[in-house]
């Protein structure tokens, strides 16, 4: 039963629901109202009041002002264990699994009751079965690739029955396969009455999945829509104003431009005995050239950003930076030869969660003298310079004092991806660089890797975001069980053949 076909008493409604923090109003006055049946959207920009809604939803926070009424009756969730015992699920943007438990040991710590753990291990197989999110029950966290992270979240929740299940950002850390599949269960979950409230910066998926979308800008509601009859487009404008999304790049490359980055036969085997060992990867980028590298979730990506960015070492002579070895380097060294690096784990990778934005700031960036004089640091500097991400980027809250833990994921990924531009690398290697930010912020993003680009940069961009591979890259490869694909010009290539590409199935290494 879909939204608009839903009569009754309404599952949630929120009603003038108010949270200042200070200096920031970050929701002022929300009103909210999801039935039975019903799959809804809740959009804005990073920074809208989006996860501060569903937080005090949760039990998470607790509001200045305003009501909250669950299924009729007015309530006041002062944690998630109440929410939970209401029947309300969540499943977070970053993940609160511990890596070194089992799939089932990690769910039997979010059940209030004691469980057999071959019990519960059925119970989970049998979820997984029945919606479609295949699981093994028995696999370490440590050896899931993202998608299937999200998978043991969505069945730790279900296993709870929730009435409601809120999902933050659900497709960020999934290729365009395992996003669909999501939506199946989503609609599954749906047709059994249930309410999914889906909070999502990708607004054709909003437009294929949701039955009605509730739109946030600086904390209010501003308008409301079916997003099956409205255009992404005009949601977009409603979110952030007008966006200036920058088309794909014209290749303007020269062949004398000079040879900046090169992996010659990188082969190595995974230190996880689950994981992925890399065959014989080769490929070579240009100054002011962009290459894209695109794969399903669990191909190598990991253990290809880890040898690229010096977390592991390799054979010296395997990776080059203009014409040096640095394969042996440690990071900090290859950073100082000219390389940044994004991983893809934003917090606890890329920012320390419990540091001030000043301090992680200076993380990547600490060889820099403007930043860093005879080993001493530059406050004022640091200050200046982490001002500068917040205001380029338009980082919420603006303030340099903000924890990084404090944060939405979007906000956190603008500050990472700033702090990584503004350095002016020679090379720039960067996992899903517009990972859970808004239009407004991704197009920013896009526009300034295409201007290091354009000053020389050469940049590796590993994504599973095909359309913004299309967008910003010259040419694409594909990742496949460990092999890389050779690279393509993107404009002799379609998303078929990519999607060809990433299963194996086509110009496989």
Known sequence: MTGSETHGTARLRVRGIKKHFPGVRAVDGVDLTLMPGEIHALIGENGAGKSTLMKIIYGLLQADDGSIWWEGAAVAFTDPAAARAAGIGMVFQHFALFETLTVTENIALALPEGRATAALAADILDLSKRYGLALDPHRAIHALSSGERQRVEIIRCLLQDPRLLILD?????????????????????????RTILYISHKLPEIQALCDRATILRAGKVVDSCDPRVTSPALMAEKMVGKVDRPSR??????????????????????GDPLGIDLRDISFSLRAGEILGIAGLAGSGQSELL????????????????????????????????????????????????????????????????????????????????????????????????????RLSGGNLQKFIMGREILANPKVLIVAAPTWGVDAGAAAAIHRALLGLAEAGTALLVISQDLDELFILCDRMAALFHGGLSLASPTAELSRERVGLMMGGVADAA
């Open 249 to 270: 790049r014209a290749t303007s490359l020269k062949a004398e431009a000079p040879l900046r980055f090169s992996v010659q036969n990188l082969s190595r085997k995974a």
């Open 169 to 193: 950002e659900p497709t960020s850390v999934l290729t365009p396969q395992e996003a669909e599949t999501l939506f199946v269960t989503l609609r599954r979950l749906a047709a059994e009455g």
């Open 306 to 405: 880890a040898a690229l960015g010096g977390e592991v070492a390799v054979a010296a002579n395997t990776i080059r930076l203009d014409d040096q070895p640095i394969g042996a380097l440690p990071v900090a060294a290859r950073r100082a030869a000219g390389l940044s690096y994004v991983p893809e784990e934003r917090l606890g990778r890329s920012a320390v969660p419990d540091l001030d934005l000043t301090a992680n700031a200076l993380l990547s960036g600490w060889q820099r003298p403007a930043l860093v004089s005879g080993g001493w640091l530059k406050r004022g500097a640091m200050q200046a310079f982490a001002e500068k991400i917040i205001a380029d980027y338009r980082v919420m809250p603006p303030k340099t004092g903000s924890l990084a833990r």
